[in-house]
T-cell receptor, first 112, second 113 residues
Framework: NAGVTQTPKFQVLKTGQSMTLQCAQD?????MYWYRQDPGMGLRLIYY???????DKGEVPNGYNVSRLNKREFSLRLESAAPSQTSVYFC???????????FGEGSRLTVL | GENVEQHPSTLSVQEGDSAVIKCTYS??????FPWYKQELGKGPQLIID?????GEKKDQRIAVTLNKTAKHFSLHITETQPEDSAVYFC????????????FGSGTQLTVLP
């Protein structure tokens, strides 16, 4: 089992460019999450999906869109990247709405 | 909403010594308190968690204590080893909801050989 797999691991964008971060899990989990991690701020939830076809905003959703393509895959899209979106992005999954989160290894995004 | 404060932000200890990381929370409805360990270049991984119906939980060299009255909880690592060096995050949530987890800002623990 690979667990939670994120791609790409590193990306550099110019302001205004768009990109999609991909996430897939092979643990048959129902819930999936996107977090961003910034120095001194811990992990903040961007979007959440309780099941295929459903998504909900988290604490910091502005500037992002998500798609729960199927039970395995949950993608995060930046339509027009801004320097404030420079961060490390983590995808996570859990069996249900409670309990342990399983994280991917992260995607480091730099917006110039 | 919930606010979780974590201290210290950095902690250095000698190998074999104990390490303590403390967190406070603001929402009295929070009843689930996990701790995650993040090694360099990796995603966070759950190492221990506690629910509000218990005051302490141990797992080998790791223990977590909870004081609901004072709204604080702590992570204790005994007999520290170099592989304990990592960033540790505390978190709090009402009803055990992962969706509503609020994370602390993290503690960089360095175990010196």
């Amino acid at each position: 089992n690979a667990g939670v797999t994120q791609t790409p691991k590193f990306q550099v964008l110019k302001t205004g460019q768009s990109m999609t971060l991909q996430c897939a899990q092979d643990m048959n989990h129902n819930s999936m999450y996107w977090y961003r991690q910034d120095p001194g701020m811990g992990l903040r939830l961007i979007y959440y999906s309780a099941s295929e076809g459903t998504t909900d905003k988290g604490e910091v959703p502005n500037g992002y869109n998500v798609s729960r393509l199927n039970k395995r895959e949950f993608s995060l899209r930046l339509e027009s990247a801004a320097p404030s979106q420079t961060s490390v992005y983590f995808c996570a999954s859990s069996v249900g709405n409670t309990g342990e989160l399983f994280f991917g290894e992260g995607s480091r995004l730099t917006v110039l | 909403g919930e606010n979780v404060e974590q201290h210290p932000s950095t902690l250095s200890v000698q190998e074999g010594d104990s390490a303590v990381i403390k967190c406070t929370y603001s929402d009295s409805a929070s009843n689930y308190f996990p701790w995650y360990k993040q090694e360099l270049g990796k995603g966070p991984q759950l190492i221990i968690d506690i629910r509000s119906n218990v005051g302490e939980k141990k797992d080998q060299r790791i223990a977590v204590t909870l004081n609901k009255t004072a709204k604080h909880f702590s992570l204790h690592i005994t007999e520290t080893q170099p592989e304990d060096s990592a960033v540790y995050f505390c978190a709090a949530s009402p009803s055990g909801s992962a969706r509503q987890l609020t994370f602390g800002s993290g503690t960089q623990l360095t175990v010196l050989p």
